[in-house]
């Protein structure tokens, strides 16, 4: 990183990925800090705390409530701290027949993996219009694109924050903030824990690279985007897939 | 309105450094218009800066939408508005 002292807020900081985006930043940039988002369970966020103390700090943010947002803006700002790059990673999935599926399924995932990104952005763009440098960078998936079977909330959750991703990066690219989306595949997390050996097999199989992906290999994605000199990469969708679409 | 007279030319100072205009603060009239014909030519999203700029130089923190219309037509209205402090901000 360059001369600048960056301030990260990654929200859904305590799932695998969260973590291993805010470890990397950690681990690479020794002069930022790093705000960990976490709604309820805080322990691999806290755990991070304690490895790299003085360099990082939980905050309590449910990413679907605007004051929430509004609440953990002041206590950093209280902090003496200003955010000038938001990860927006919180979100889940809840895959079903579109036939069968409750509304609160529907909702739910729209509400925490779209809703969640207007929110977080709107929270932080006065900020980041007023140091005149922001970097908003959205974890959409490869399912925004590849629409797969019961997935329909998520899917058109996943496609909302890129089209939400490109339309931002033209309202705020004259004042320096960069709002970037990465498209993960099958990145090895919980969420990939449950599955199936044979059906993890099977899946590999599709992976041009025959392998899922590592966390690192997103988080490094999300650091070259949060980069100062990416300063003219705005709007954009990257795939990190091992090459599947 | 006293101070506006004093308050003017930084308002058009700001304008002009913001928004990266291409015009000199001599060329900006009081009462020039911000958008639309024979205007700077300022679009939605140069208001946007602008609101931030004003709250940032000037301390006048806009967050009304039909308040902002009204503050953002000309140097003079925005002065008008600064002068007024917060009170004028909020749209009935």
Not at chain 1, 120 to 145: C, D, E, K, P, T
Request: glycine fraction near 8%; proline fraction near 3%; aromatic fraction near 6%.
């Amino acid at each position: 990183m360059n001369d600048l002292t960056y301030c990260l807020l990654v929200t859904g900081a305590n799932g695998g990925l969260g973590t291993a985006i805010a470890r990397y930043f950690l681990s690479k940039d020794e002069h930022c800090y790093v705000y960990l988002g976490v709604r309820a369970n805080r322990d691999q966020a806290e755990a991070l705390v304690e490895e790299f103390e003085g360099r990082c700090a939980v905050v309590t943010l449910d990413v679907t409530d605007q004051q929430g947002w509004k609440n953990a803006l002041k206590s950093i700002i209280a902090d003496g701290r200003n955010v000038n790059v938001l990860v927006n990673n919180a979100g889940y999935h809840n895959d079903q027949l579109m036939a069968m599926m409750p509304r609160d399924a529907w909702d739910g995932v729209i509400d925490s993996n779209l809703n969640s990104v207007f929110l977080g952005s709107q929270a932080v763009m006065r900020g980041m219009m007023q140091q005149r440098f922001g970097r908003i960078i959205n974890i959409a998936s490869l399912s925004a694109i590849m629409a797969p079977i019961g997935q329909t909330n998520y899917a058109a959750a996943k496609a909302g924050v890129m089209a939400l991703t490109q339309s931002l990066a033209k309202e705020v690219a004259r004042m320096g903030i960069t709002v970037n989306a990465i498209c993960p595949g099958y990145v090895q997390t919980s969420a990939l824990d449950d599955m199936d050996p044979e059906q993890a097999k099977a899946i590999k199989k599709t992976i041009p690279m025959r392998r899922f992906g590592k966390a690192e290999d997103v988080a490094c994605a999300v650091f070259f985007l949060a980069n100062e000199e990416a300063s003219y990469i705005t709007g954009a969708s990257l795939k990190v897939d091992g090459g599947i679409f | 309105m006293s101070g506006i007279i004093e308050l003017l030319p930084k308002v058009k100072e700001v304008l002009v450094a913001e928004l990266m205009l291409d015009v000199t603060v001599d060329e900006i009239g009081d009462e020039t218009p911000l958008m639309g014909p024979d205007s700077l030519g300022l679009d939605s999203v140069d208001a946007l800066q602008l609101i931030v700029a004003i709250e940032k130089h000037f301390g006048l923190k806009i967050s009304d939408a039909e308040a902002a219309k009204g503050i953002l037509q000309s140097p003079k209205t925005i002065g008008e508005a600064i002068n007024a402090g917060g009170d004028s901000t909020k749209s009935s």
